[in-house]
């Protein structure tokens, strides 16, 4: 999943980076609302996390214009305002949630899973796909409750896959959503990643439709069980 997070206080961009890499998501940064406008406007996001009092362009301005170009993905709206009035605007211009600074990152996280997981039409924090299992809080997988072992970006292969389940995603998206924008994005390796997730999760369950993409279902013999 790919989050782009527009915050001018650098250390506090730092901070969101780490902490949002370290929890599985690839992440795209902007100082300013010009630059965050711009990559809203031309990069595909699964969730932004903006702020309001930005240079350049605040942040109500830029969402406006983001809802306005039809860009449907959530938005958490980050800012040290805590009036009534400006959580109001920001709700009207399109956000989706609101967090006042001072934060802490476990309830970012936990609002940003949040609203990932119904964008994607999923409401536990836990997703299943048959005995295939993810952890959104934890960013871990399990299968027949065993944990498995992954890396950095199969997992992000992994839960794309299994907030998109059973939906045929297609190569260039799964590349556009688990790379930032700096890494150097090679679509060849997809294939490699979707081969390691079969030898841990079992072959049967990432279908290859040819020309199209990959699509995550539940093997047949447990749906079978489950029928």
């Not at 980076?17 to 100082?31: E, N, R, T």
């Not at 940003?112 to 997981?117: K, N």
């Not at 992994?158 to 930032?180: A, F, K």
């Not at 279908?207 to 699509?215: I, P, S, V, W």
Request: a negative charge; one cysteine or more.
């Amino acid at each position: 999943m790919r989050i782009l997070v527009v915050e001018d206080d650098a250390d506090l961009r730092r901070q969101l980076a780490d902490v949002l890499s370290q929890s599985g998501y690839a992440v795209d940064l902007a100082a300013d609302g010009e630059d965050g406008q711009f990559l809203g406007e031309t990069e595909p996001y699964d969730a932004v996390v903006l702020d309001l009092g930005l240079p350049k362009i605040d942040g109500v301005s830029v969402l406006k214009s983001w809802r306005k170009e039809g860009k449907t993905f959530p938005v958490l709206i980050l800012t040290a305002r805590d009036q009534w009035s400006e959580k109001v605007s920001g709700f009207d211009a399109g956000a989706d949630d609101y967090l006042t600074k001072p934060f802490i990152t476990e309830e970012l996280l936990a609002r940003l899973r949040a609203l990932l997981r119904r964008a994607a039409g999923h409401s536990a924090a836990t997703i299943e796909c048959g005995k295939l299992m993810v952890d959104t809080r934890a960013a871990r997988a399990t299968v027949n409750g065993e944990p498995i072992k992954l890396t950095a970006h199969e997992y992000r292969v992994l839960s794309y896959l299994m907030h998109h389940q059973g939906r045929v995603v297609p190569r260039t998206e799964l590349v556009e959503h688990i790379y930032d924008q700096d890494f150097d994005r090679d679509s060849n390796t997809i294939e490699v990643f979707i081969g390691r997730l079969r030898r841990k999760i079992g072959q049967d369950r990432i279908q290859t439709e040819r020309g199209l993409g990959y699509r995550l279902i539940v093997p047949e013999d447990e749906a079978r069980v489950a029928g």
